[in-house]
């Protein structure tokens, strides 16, 4: 089993510091896509490493969104010792693609495990909070990535 780390102060103000700057980020509402956006790449929707690890969950518009509605990501890293290391590499990728007002909707844990094709998704971040583990669990789902796999939720847990 990996090694746990808890939620310090340290932890919990550079969580608050991201979610400020994207806060701050949104509110200038640049809707124009960076001159990047032109070379843009698909970033994947959903990526989860195999094990039980920290997982985000976040929403951005894409490039060119005339419906206004934000995609949905949902991303867990091994080895990240806190939440925002797993949102810290996305977010710079989504700004440099030319996605706009990028949020952190929370996070939890995810365990997938390839024997059993199973997917569990549970528990809550300190520093993003709790995230809406059905909307993940949809888009977990819609991914097409897990075919196979039963997907299941739940807020219990750490």
Known sequence: MSEEYTTN???LAEAAKLQAQLEQDSNANNNSPSSSAQHQHRIPS?????????????TALPPNNSHNKPEVFVHSKRGAQYHRNVAEPLIPILK????????????????RCDDDHIIKIFGYSYGFGQADHALAKDAVEKSGKFVGYTVSWSNDGY
């Open 46 to 58: 959903v990526s989860i490493d195999s094990g039980a690890y920290k997982y985000v969950l976040i």
């Open 9 to 11: 102060a340290h932890d």
């Open 96 to 111: 440099q693609s030319g996605y706009t007002d990028i949020r952190i909707k929370g996070g939890g844990r995810i365990l």
